[in-house]
Each structure stands twice: as structure tokens, then as C-alpha cells.
């Protein structure tokens, strides 16, 4: 088990995050597949299991299966793969690029399926090397694997900085973390296969994405604070009977226009993500000042509105 140590404190990590991520959205009563980091945690988890498991039995190729390790190893770069994939996915997702095109889609998947085809075309030609500390495995699957690793990661960091602007700008520096750090790790992993630290990329970057994007604690705390806006908005609605649903449709004006402007690339110093959201958020109380404004004003408003359609 010495040769395996890394991997299972980094499988418990992700378990723990898994297991808490689960719970507190049970416990919030919020919806679990919002975005799908469930999915990216869980195939997190199988990526670090078969990391673990393939550690264990390159060091015992006298004792293990010629199959088995052969299997283990596949999956393991399949894993791999796939982490990274859904990685540069999840940035496509959280600053609002979605291809549409049959050129655009083609480009973003067609790297990863290839390497699928490549991994699983030449895993027979698998080699295993006895290095100083720790046996390992090479060939052209494994150079094909941590090649699109790169790639994609390199991807990821291409897409954050030219969309810097759809991103909050307090989870900015937690996402440039992960990000490097993973871009870092696989690198040193590629040139240095000894070393085995693919496990720690894994973990930082699900670690990461949670502290970022998906701690339910400050979704929840997000949703108290839009309900308590909406309340103070539904109590000058509710004062005056003639606005209907205003508010709601002001808000969600305000956020297609600036939306749009934004896309269009109007104003881009202006129109980040930070302040369509504080727009977005304020648009309800627009007319906040009407709480204060006396009854009967409404009343002969509506009456006087009444009279004009009878006439």
C-alpha cells in the first residue's frame, strides 16, 4: 500500500466533498443537478480509484493479472480523460459559451473522442517501466492521454481569460488556482511519469469548482438574499393592484437587454457578470419609493384608469 498512499487521502478528500455536497443539498431541499458537478465528482472519484488501483499493481506485475492490470490501466486513461473534458466543459457552462454550430461542437469534442479511439486502439501495446521509486506505465496510449490533457487544459485557460468578464470577479482567483495547478501537475506528470501526482490535479480541481461554484451553504445564502429583495418589491406591488406581475417582467427585461448588450460586446468594461447580477438584483426595487406614498393616490389612480375605459 506505500505505493498507493497519495491516491487514498486524495479519494477521501473527494468522497468527503461528494458525501457533503450531497447532504447539504437534501438538507437546503435544492435542486441536485443544477449543473452536473455531481457527475464530474463521481467520475472524480472512479478516476482516483482506478489511480489508486493501477499504482497498487504496476508494482506487482509478478502477481497481478496481465488483464486485469491492463484493464485497470485503460480505465484509469479513460478517467483521466474525461475529468479534464468535463473540466473544460464546466468553463464552457459557467461563462456562457455554448456552441452552436456544427463547427464549433466538432471542435470541442472531436479532440476528445479521437483520443478515446487512440487510447483504446494501442492499450495492448502498454509498457511498464521500473523506476527508481515506483514502477510505471508508458506508450502511446499514455502519451496520447496526458497530450489531450494539456490540450484541453490549455483550453480552459484560453477560455477563462477571454471570458474573464463572465465571471464573478471574487471567484476569479480561486478558479486561476485550479486551473494552474492542473495545467502545472499534468505537465510535470508528463515529463516526470515517476512521480504518480495525477491524483492531486484531480482533487485540487474538484476542490476548487466546490469552493467556487457549488458550496450549497452559499447557493442557499445567495437565494435568502433575492427573496428578501422580491419581498420588499412584492410589497409595493401588493399596494398597488394595477402593476400585476411589473416587477418580475422589469427584472427579466433587465437581464435579457443587458445580456444581449453584453454579447454584442457593447461596453465591455461595464458589463460584467458582477454588474449584470447587482442590475439584475436591483431592478425589482425600482420603485421601492412607493411604500411610502399614501393609499388613496393608488385608489384614485385606479379609479381614474377605470373611468377612462368606460368613456
Given at each position: 500500500m506505500e505505493h498507493c498512499k497519495l491516491q487514498i487521502g486524495c479519494l477521501v478528500v473527494v468522497l468527503y466533498i461528494l458525501i457533503s455536497y450531497t447532504r447539504q443539498y437534501k438538507s437546503y431541499k435544492m435542486n441536485l443537478h443544477e449543473t452536473f458537478f455531481d457527475e464530474l465528482s463521481i467520475l472524480g472519484l472512479l478516476c482516483l480509484s482506478f489511480d489508486c488501483a493501477t499504482a497498487y499493481t504496476v508494482n506487482r506485475l509478478d502477481s497481478v493479472n496481465p488483464l486485469l492490470n491492463l484493464f485497470l490501466h485503460l480505465m484509469f486513461l479513460l478517467c483521466i480523460d474525461?475529468?479534464?473534458?468535463?473540466?473544460?466543459?464546466?468553463?464552457?457552462?459557467?461563462?456562457?459559451?455554448?456552441?452552436?454550430?456544427?463547427?464549433?461542437?466538432?471542435?470541442?469534442?472531436?479532440?476528445?473522442?479521437?483520443?478515446?479511439?487512440?487510447?483504446?486502439?494501442?492499450?495492448?501495446?502498454?509498457?511498464?517501466?521500473?523506476?527508481?521509486?515506483?514502477?510505471?506505465?508508458?506508450?502511446?496510449?499514455?502519451?496520447?492521454?496526458?497530450?489531450?490533457?494539456?490540450?484541453?487544459?490549455?483550453?480552459?485557460?484560453?477560455?477563462?481569460?477571454?471570458?474573464?468578464?463572465?465571471?464573478?470577479?471574487?471567484?476569479?482567483?480561486?478558479?486561476?488556482?485550479?486551473?494552474?495547478?492542473?495545467?502545472?501537475?499534468?505537465?510535470?506528470?508528463?515529463f516526470n511519469p515517476e512521480y504518480l501526482i495525477t491524483s492531486i490535479v484531480v482533487t485540487v480541481m474538484i476542490l476548487g469548482i466546490y469552493l467556487s461554484y457549488e458550496d450549497p451553504a452559499l447557493k442557499e445564502l445567495s437565494e435568502y438574499y433575492s427573496e428578501t429583495v422580491m419581498s420588499f418589491a412584492n410589497l409595493v406591488e401588493n399596494r398597488d393592484s394595477s402593476t400585476g406581475g411589473h416587477i418580475k417582467r422589469t427584472t427579466k427585461y433587465v437581464r435579457l437587454i443587458a445580456q444581449n448588450l453584453q454579447n454584442r460586446g457593447y461596453h465591455k468594461d461595464i458589463l460584467t457578470k458582477d454588474y449584470i447580477s447587482n442590475v439584475e438584483k436591483a431592478a425589482p426595487l425600482h420603485d421601492i419609493g412607493k411604500i411610502s406614498v399614501r393609499m388613496p393616490f393608488f385608489k384614485n389612480r385606479e379609479n381614474s384608469r377605470t373611468k377612462n375605459l368606460l368613456l
Open positions: 474525461s475529468v479534464v473534458f468535463g473540466l473544460f466543459l464546466y468553463m464552457l457552462n459557467i461563462t456562457d459559451v455554448h456552441p452552436r454550430r456544427r463547427i464549433a461542437k466538432l471542435a470541442v469534442y472531436f479532440p476528445y473522442i479521437a483520443n478515446i479511439i487512440v487510447v483504446v486502439a494501442n492499450i495492448g501495446t502498454l509498457n511498464y517501466i521500473y523506476g527508481e521509486h515506483t514502477n510505471y506505465s508508458m506508450g502511446i496510449s499514455v502519451y496520447t492521454c496526458f497530450s489531450m490533457v494539456i490540450v484541453y487544459t490549455l483550453m480552459t485557460v484560453i477560455v477563462f481569460f477571454t471570458r474573464i468578464r463572465h465571471i464573478e470577479s471574487h471567484k476569479r482567483r480561486c478558479i486561476i488556482i485550479y486551473v494552474l495547478v492542473s495545467l502545472t501537475g499534468m505537465t510535470i506528470q508528463f
